[in-house]
């Protein structure tokens, strides 16, 4: 199975500097542009389903890649960023405590936000149940317009890599990964073959 994941544009909360997770922040001007430039410059598969998380970032982004006309299955809160509990709308250089990123990665909890295993226990939760439905279905391919978080954290559950690389996964705005997948539907099993950037059209 192909699983395409896609990081929403760029935002007004990145263009800030401040933690949104949870937040409803909106695509920023750039990040508007950007996402028009990309639909043309970049190699975006058309799959079988597209699902987005529930927040709007996500739902502007798929309609400025994929277009009005194409279908979201459904828009869920199981796809939504980390929550960051307190720090939500601060600004990353005004914390005096510990980044998020520090804690999150240790699965402690913090600032009533997040840890990792509740993240994950949500997204892997809708993923195997969205790759259920798919295999009793016929179909082979999925896209999921959503967060760096959620990308970064299904990539290192996935590979599987120390959750100290959660800083070196990649996730550039607008962009993302196509996962090729095996999927045991009878033990909920998920199995990353490889993965590849979004490239460029040739």
């Given at each position: 199975m192909k699983v395409v994941l896609v990081r929403h544009g760029f935002t007004v909360g990145n263009d800030l500097g401040t933690y949104t997770g949870w937040s409803d922040t909106m695509l920023s001007d750039k990040g508007i542009r950007e996402l028009k430039e990309y639909r043309e410059a970049y190699n975006y598969p058309e799959t079988d389903r597209y699902y987005t998380s529930d927040l709007t970032r996500t739902i502007d982004t798929f309609k400025l890649?994929?277009?009005?006309e194409t279908p979201i299955t459904e828009s869920t809160?199981?796809?939504r960023e980390i929550n960051f509990g307190d720090y939500e709308d601060v600004r990353w250089d005004q914390i005096n405590n510990i980044p998020y990123n520090?804690?999150?990665i240790q699965n402690k909890p913090h600032v009533n936000g997040e840890t990792i295993s509740q993240v994950s226990l949500r997204l892997f939760g809708k993923l195997t149940a969205v790759l259920?439905?798919?295999?009793?279905?016929?179909?082979d391919s999925v896209t999921i317009v959503c967060h760096s978080g959620v990308i970064k954290t299904i990539l290192m559950f996935l590979k599987p890599v120390s959750f100290d690389n959660y800083r070196r996964i990649d996730t550039p705005n607008g962009l993302g990964y196509i996962l090729d997948v095996d999927f045991d539907a009878?033990?909920?099993?998920?199995?990353?073959?490889?993965?590849?950037?979004?490239?460029?059209?040739?």
């Open positions: 890649i994929y277009g009005e809160f199981a796809f520090e804690v999150y259920g439905e798919m295999q009793k279905a016929g179909e009878l033990n909920n099993y998920i199995t990353l073959n490889y993965y590849d950037p979004i490239e460029k059209i040739k």
